[in-house]
């Protein structure tokens, strides 16, 4: 399995980047339903940017679980990767913002592609290692279903607070 992680890991980022772009535009494409909206972009917030990253690594994670079996410490790993691509996304986000006041549209797409990337670095330099101490893989998994939850409910019910603005719209949520 060692010489077949990175082939694992790079069809994972091409899945992320795939169906991360489809997602951005999959609400609209949609007339707005419902049924995409809670996995899809509503608008154009640093949240539901976010989205996009986690769900496709999310999805294929699951995928992935079915080939990994015998990695103990597969959704632990899974857990720091997708949680470092998420947390990423702002911090790339904000800190751009914050040096030079604006990011264009090609800055916001290289972010979450880079976040990505980062992401299914960091797994498969994990998974490259011998299997490592992970005294929850259920917790790090219901994590990462919590967050799930997090992401369908925010989208219904949005705190207003400047992570999930709209910044073209000044709105939050759908």
């Known amino acids: ?5 990175g082939l694992w890991q ?3 980022f091409g899945v992320t980047a795939l169906g991360g772009t489809v997602l951005h535009f999959l609400y609209d494409w949609t007339k707005k339903s419902v049924l995409a909206a809670p996995f899809s972009g509503v608008n154009e917030s640093t949240w539901e940017h976010m989205k ?3 769900f496709p690594m999310f999805l294929y994670a699951i995928v992935q679980r079915f080939f ?5 410490d597969f959704w632990c790993i899974k857990q720091k990767g997708i949680l470092l691509g ?5 911090v790339f986000f904000y800190t751009y913002n914050g040096v030079i006041g604006k990011s264009p549209d090609w800055i916001n797409i290289a972010i979450f592609f880079l976040a990505a990337a980062i992401a299914y670095f960091y797994e498969w330099r994990k ?5 490592t101490a992970c005294p929850k893989p259920t917790l790090a998994l219901v994590t990462l279903v919590g967050i799930a939850l997090l992401f369908v409910i925010f ?6 607070i400047g992570i ?4 073209v719209s000044g709105t939050y949520g759908i």
Do not use: N, V
């Open 155 to 160: 989208t219904f019910i949005t705190p207003e």
């Open 52 to 54: 996009l990253l986690f």
């Open 68 to 72: 990994f079996r015998e990695r103990e």
């Open 10 to 12: 790079a069809l994972g």
């Open 86 to 90: 998420l947390g990423l996304i702002p």
């Open 164 to 167: 999930f603005q709209d910044p």
């Open 1 to 5: 399995m060692k010489r077949s992680i």
């Open 127 to 131: 998974f490259r290692k011998e299997p």
